[in-house]
């Protein structure tokens, strides 16, 4: 088993510029999650999914959209990147809402 | 605002000696959860405790929680280099939904 894995590991993008990071998980959760992580802070929640086709917003939506066409599979979109969307992205799964969550590497997005 | 607040925000031990961390929170909860991530990774679940739990134990780890005070805590004995890392408390608290709040984390080094 992969676990949660994220693609890509790394990207930098200029202001304006498009991106969606994938996130995919092996273990047949319902529920999937995308945080950022900011320098010496916790982890926000942007969007959330409690199923395939459905999803939520999280603490800090604006300038994100995210869709789950496939229970396997998470992506998280920006459309027009600014530089304040510079931050580690991590996504994570979980079988039921509020119970342990298990995080993918994380994707290291610098925007100029 | 974040649900939980760690406390102390940064810790230095020696080798063997024992690493404690506190989390207070706001709200009422169904669990209350801690995650270690080491520098560059993803998050990793330690142990959950639920809301009508005192303490729980894994290992070297011990968590407590008190309801009544809206904190927890957790301890590692014997700390070793390798329990270098940040520390997250996450909260499932009980008009969240699906999510969980975490906290800004205490980073722990342990000196050898």
Redesign the interface.
């Given at each position: 088993n992969a676990g949660v894995t994220q693609t890509p590991k790394f990207r930098v993008l200029k202001t304006g510029q498009s991106m969606t990071l994938l996130c995919a998980q092996d273990m047949n959760h319902e529920y999937m999650y995308w945080y950022r992580q900011d320098p010496g802070m916790g982890l926000r929640l942007i969007h959330y999914s409690v199923g395939e086709g459905t999803t939520a917003k999280g603490e800090v939506p604006d300038g994100y959209n995210v869709s789950r066409l496939k229970k396997q599979n998470f992506l998280l979109g920006l459309e027009s990147a600014a530089p304040s969307q510079t931050s580690v992205y991590f996504c994570a799964s979980s079988g039921t809402s509020g119970r342990t969550q298990y995080f993918g590497p994380g994707t290291r997005l610098t925007v100029l | 605002s974040?649900q939980?607040e760690e406390d102390p925000q940064a810790l230095s031990i020696q080798e063997g000696e024992n690493a404690t961390m506190n989390c207070s929170y706001k709200t009422s909860i169904?669990?209350l959860?801690w995650y270690r991530q080491n520098s560059?990774?993803?998050?990793?679940?330690l142990i959950?405790i639920r809301s009508n739990e005192r303490e729980k134990h894994s290992g070297r780890l011990r968590v407590t929680l008190d309801t009544s005070k809206k904190s927890s805590s957790l301890l590692i004995t014997a700390s070793r280099a390798a329990d270098t890392a940040s520390y997250?408390c996450?909260t499932?608290f009980n008009n969240?939904?699906?999510?969980?709040?975490?906290?800004?984390?205490t980073r722990l080094m342990v000196k050898p």
């Open positions: - | 974040q939980g169904n669990n959860q560059g990774r993803g998050l990793v679940h959950l997250f996450a499932d969240a939904g699906n999510m969980l709040t975490f906290g800004g984390g």
